[in-house]
């Protein structure tokens, strides 16, 4: 592991040193005054995670000879999310002091100081309290303004230091979380295949092995990872990072996040699980959405693309106003609809832009459907995996409405600019026909797998 994590640092442009090891707790100070020198700390958690490491963090970090400048403890109840009031409320408290934030936590707490320290011009370091995300070594936090979702800019912390000992004691649904969050790699690698052959967004070999190459093996036991199985635990741990440090080097979270991400990045949006507490996890919105995706791939690979009426396409396709009026239609909140027409329509190819796409498509259509196949995982499968990590695997689990579920397919297409499946189907005319397909009462979604 260790080679390869240090291969990636070198690929990374932001964060300097990780360390995923028993015990690591103890390694904070030192690993903070090798990045930072003798500037003074502050620890940021929240009730629960100071419990569980904050006081081993501040001890590390005064064996290591640095000033403790204070702690910003966020209470748990009501439930923390990564919104711009906590930012805010961290920014102003950490503009009276002149000192290096180290995040002890887990995703919202990572977000929340990645972003305030940003706004601060202060760079910061994380200490991971679960593999639950792989937003530690991303550039960007996942910030929610005005009830929409942004990942707003800024840079990944210059170190990161998770304990195994410390992620192995974590809630199994945070855990479970993490693993379905880099399960998801499996479908968002499928869509940048897709993006790559239709000539939208070459694929870069490094960032993309990065994360692709040893993906199969960091999610191939999901079972001991319910155990609190130490070395699975690392491994898991080891693939969100990477993930991160692939964003890194690739500057673009295209390395981690596809069409899955945009269904869970909708229902997020739409305060999903919010009332829940805890509120339901990102991962588990998107396991369930790399099923979905998985079983629309399914669908569409049984489809013989290099036959589409490409003429007809072109000449139904719609202009921007009617592009325009549709989003509209799809998002009821104009927040959502304001950004999602935005969205939509910086991917809106001309009809002579599709063109030149589909004729594309249909001549390629059996090499993408062969690298596909060797990417993709049967939906059947990955909800098995995701079950024996103790991830929720059907949308009834996660509370949602079937027709909204439904919707989510036509709907998740819209609200980013990212090239997909979604706008594969779309743009070759087929969304609508696989959506029936995967409905039907011997669809994935109709018969048996739609329950619970
Ligand atoms: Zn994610």
Redesign the pocket.
Known sequence: MEERLDAALGEASETDRVVIEKGALGQVGEVFEGCFGAVPAVIVADERTFEVAGEEVERSLKAAGCTLAGRFVFPVHPPLFPDSEGVGDLREWLRGREAVPVAVGAGTINDITKRASHECGRPYMAVATAAS???YTSFGATITEDGYKHTLPCPAPRAVVADVDVLAGAPERMTASGYA?LL?KITSGADWIVADALGVEAIDRTSFEMVQGPLRRWTAAPGRLRRGDEEAVAGLMEGLVM?GLAMQRYRS?RT??GAE?QF?HLWEMEGLGHDQDPPLS??FK?GVGTVAIAALYERMLLKDLTDIDVDGICRRWPGRDEVERRVREAHPNPVMARAAVEESLAKHPTAGELRRRLVRLTQGWEALRGRLREQLLPPGELRRLLAEAGCPTSPREIGLEWESFRQTYARAQTIRRRYTVLDLALESGLLEECVEELFAPDGFWGGSSASP
Do not use: E
């Open positions: 995300v792989d937003g969050d998801g993930s979270s981690a996040s991400h869970s990102h991962g998107v």
